[in-house]
């Protein structure tokens, strides 16, 4: 039985990509070589210093331990200068209403991103409140495809690995999911996450009844909420 729903945030809850991608251009201009789009996608869900490493791969740079820090904390001010601006607006499409759907039904909520500034975002679109536990790139050692991300938002859940449901945009993040022994819920194509438990384009229109059909995994719901 389903008693928990774990969500990845940057491609799920928001749309960070594009903010990723203008920080990351900068250092790329900066350094005197070009990062296109699809560059960027190879960073989705990757950890900040991982993305740092793939970023200087492609310039084909090779860079000092401080050096690499000192990149990394720039990127990020300029990362921050965006997202502190962002708005409830900015939340994905029927993010909000599934999330307030699931705590209607009693299904408890964690959120599981490789992100530092998780709790500045989920702060900025005012769902901070919608999540029972908050782990993020502050609380974890290994990045994903490492379980540990998922493993600790149900251990804090107080719920089994395999009561848990993952949605993620990210290839590594449902091969995390798959690790950790727990349902997995692509947000994206099929083509890319096609190996996941179940493919959604996004939350738009998706109800929890829908999803407990189309995953083929019934939900233990502990309060009578509309699902
Ligand atoms: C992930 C993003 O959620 O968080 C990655 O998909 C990002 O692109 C990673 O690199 C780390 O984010 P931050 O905010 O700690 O730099
Ligand atoms: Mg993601």
Request: glycine letters at 8%.
């Given at each position: 039985?389903?008693?928990?729903?774990?969500?990845?945030?940057?491609?799920?809850?928001?749309?960070?990509?594009k903010y990723h991608f203008i920080a990351w251009r900068a250092l790329a201009e900066e350094l005197g070589f070009e990062f296109t789009h699809q560059d960027n996608e190879r960073l989705k869900?990757?950890?900040?210093?991982?993305?740092?490493?793939?970023?200087?791969?492609?310039?084909?740079?090779?860079?000092?331990e401080p050096e690499k820090l000192a990149m990394a904390e720039k990127k990020n001010t300029l990362y921050v200068s965006y997202i502190e601006k962002m708005t409830p607006e900015e939340t994905l499409p029927g993010v909000e209403k599934f999330l307030q759907e699931?705590?209607?039904?009693?299904?408890?909520i964690a959120l599981g991103s490789a992100s530092k500034n998780a709790p500045?975002?989920?702060?900025?679109?005012?769902l901070s409140?919608?999540?029972?536990a908050i782990v993020d790139g502050?609380?974890?050692?290994?990045?994903?495809?490492?379980?540990?991300v998922?493993?600790?938002?149900?251990?804090?859940?107080?719920?089994?690995?395999?009561s848990c449901v993952v949605f993620e945009d990210a290839i590594a993040g449902i091969e995390a999911a798959q690790h950790a022994n727990m349902y997995s819920v692509g947000i994206g194509d099929l083509e890319t996450l096609g190996f996941a438990d179940l493919v959604i384009p996004g939350f738009d229109g998706y109800t929890v009844e829908r999803l407990m059909k189309e995953l083929k995994a019934p939900f233990l719901f502990s309060k009578s909420g509309k699902a």
């Amino acid at each position: 039985m389903i008693e928990a729903c774990i969500f990845d945030l940057d491609g799920v809850v928001v749309d960070t990509a594009k903010y990723h991608f203008i920080a990351w251009r900068a250092l790329a201009e900066e350094l005197g070589f070009e990062f296109t789009h699809q560059d960027n996608e190879r960073l989705k869900g990757v950890s900040r210093m991982q993305s740092l490493e793939i970023l200087l791969e492609i310039g084909g740079l090779q860079f000092s331990e401080p050096e690499k820090l000192a990149m990394a904390e720039k990127k990020n001010t300029l990362y921050v200068s965006y997202i502190e601006k962002m708005t409830p607006e900015e939340t994905l499409p029927g993010v909000e209403k599934f999330l307030q759907e699931l705590r209607d039904s009693g299904i408890k909520i964690a959120l599981g991103s490789a992100s530092k500034n998780a709790p500045m975002i989920l702060e900025r679109i005012q769902l901070s409140g919608m999540f029972d536990a908050i782990v993020d790139g502050n609380s974890i050692i290994e990045a994903k495809p490492n379980p540990e991300v998922f493993l600790k938002g149900a251990e804090e859940l107080g719920v089994l690995p395999e009561s848990c449901v993952v949605f993620e945009d990210a290839i590594a993040g449902i091969e995390a999911a798959q690790h950790a022994n727990m349902y997995s819920v692509g947000i994206g194509d099929l083509e890319t996450l096609g190996f996941a438990d179940l493919v959604i384009p996004g939350f738009d229109g998706y109800t929890v009844e829908r999803l407990m059909k189309e995953l083929k995994a019934p939900f233990l719901f502990s309060k009578s909420g509309k699902a």
